[in-house]
């Protein structure tokens, strides 16, 4: 894929965010159903007083709030935690985003930070390498254009995980629910968004799709927004990259629908 092609179709989600971000699940409480199964992994975790955590993609930050409202008493009470996303009125939702405390059970300090994860050079986060426990990536990695692309971001994101941390990112299944699979364009109307857009369409990987938005659009309008559908091994693939190994797998979220497949890793362990 060109540059010119992972602009344009990064640019195009920009704009579906800068349209809809507001929107968005505007409640801090909305948890995803696969963050509670995610809680029983991190007994992986070294038990220590504190935890950082970094929030890739973060929204409004609501990962925050369910971790002080669903960590276990026996898992560090100390909180570290950033969130870095590109959306401004996403990260505009985000409330407390100081320190507060939860009676005598988690104390919690908050940092959020724009960011063009796609633009952003390994180091501008300012952040230290192998400093996290927790590093996770919810509803991001579709987003990204091109393969070579998202094996770089996750390689970068993974210099930022801790010894014996754990990775989490998911993957939007959308193809597999059929309510979301009838958004994407017919071919029809791809080639004629994708000459309107300016996109090189024989430039697209397999697995690219371009996905109609409407709810909160006037009648009869849409915007769009670019996804790629992930077979499971090209993520094996991008994990294995950055030095990672999946301990873990499962789908959750959206009820029935079950939209989002988890992933769960930590870094590879040398050979001795």
Request: aromatic share 12%; net charge neutral; with cysteine.
């Amino acid at each position: 894929m060109t540059p010119k092609t992972i602009q344009t179709l990064s640019r195009l989600n920009q704009r579906f965010y800068k349209l809809s971000g507001s929107k968005w699940n505007p409640k801090p409480n909305y948890y995803w159903e696969g963050w509670v199964e995610l809680l029983k992994y991190l007994e992986y975790l070294e038990p220590k007083k504190s935890i950082r955590v970094l929030d890739i993609g973060c929204g409004n930050g609501r990962f925050a709030n369910f971790l002080m409202e669903y960590l276990p008493v026996d898992v560090p009470k100390q909180i570290e935690y950033i969130g870095v996303d590109f959306s401004r009125p996403m990260l505009n939702q985000s409330i407390n985003q100081t320190s507060f405390e939860d009676g005598s059970i988690h104390k919690i300090t908050r940092k959020f930070e724009q960011v063009d994860l796609i633009e952003a050079s390994i180091d501008s986060l300012g952040l230290d390498f192998d400093s996290f426990d927790l590093v996770v990536a919810f509803g991001l990695i579709h987003h990204i254009p091109s393969h070579t692309l998202r094996s770089q971001l996750v390689d970068n994101w993974a210099k930022y995980l801790g010894k014996n941390g754990l990775f989490v990112m998911t993957t939007w299944q959308y193809l597999d629910v059929p309510r979301l699979a009838k958004h994407c364009l017919d071919p029809a109307d791809f080639v004629t968004q994708a000459i309107y857009q300016g996109l090189e369409i024989e430039k697209l990987e397999k697995g690219d799709n371009l996905l109609k938005w409407v709810k909160y659009m006037p009648e009869g309008q849409y915007t769009l927004r670019y996804s790629h559908y992930f077979e499971d091994q090209e993520i094996e693939d991008i994990l294995k990259g950055a030095g990672l190994q999946a301990i873990a797998s499962y789908r959750m979220d959206g009820g029935k629908e079950i939209r989002n497949r988890y992933w769960v890793a930590n870094k590879m362990r040398a050979q001795v």
